[in-house]
Nanobody, 127 residues
Framework: VQLVESGGGLVPPGGSLRLSCTAAGLSFYGYAVGWFRRMPGYDRDGIACLSATDDSIYYRDSVEGRFTISSDNANNVLILEMNDLKPEDTAIYYC?????????????????????WGRGTAVTVSS
């Protein structure tokens, strides 16, 4: 199984980016999938997670209303649309896939039982 993120880059404050995570050797259906980020000097945090089984979604408070997670299950691509980016969004962004869970919020926050990680894509928000 391989997860490959793309779409990161340098963007000014207020700008937008679209991150993609393409999965090879895995179908998202039946899993929980999500986007996580590691900000400089901090642990990796879950920011947007989705159940590929029932389409439930969780967003971290700091990104809700600005970021949108979606999945193209037919092509095994996970998307994160990021709008109104702020300097504090600067981080390495990772996609992750784990077992389906009845508590998506807890899984997203704790990342317990994560099965697969991508290598990450860097996002820098700066003028």
């Amino acid at each position: 199984v391989q997860l490959v993120e793309s779409g990161g880059g340098l963007v000014p404050p207020g700008g937008s980016l679209r991150l993609s995570c393409t999965a090879a050797g895995l179908s998202f259906y039946g899993y929980a999938v999500g986007w996580f980020r590691r900000m400089p000097g901090y642990d990796r945090d879950g920011i947007a997670c989705l159940s590929a089984t029932d389409d439930s979604i969780y967003y971290r408070d700091s990104v809700e209303g600005r970021f949108t997670i979606s999945s193209d299950n037919a092509n095994n691509v996970l998307i994160l649309e990021m709008n109104d980016l702020k300097p504090e969004d600067t981080a390495i962004y990772y996609c992750g896939v784990g077992p389906n869970t009845p508590n998506l919020r807890v899984w997203c926050m704790t990342q317990v039982g994560m099965d697969y990680w991508g290598r990450g894509t860097a996002v820098t928000v700066s003028s």
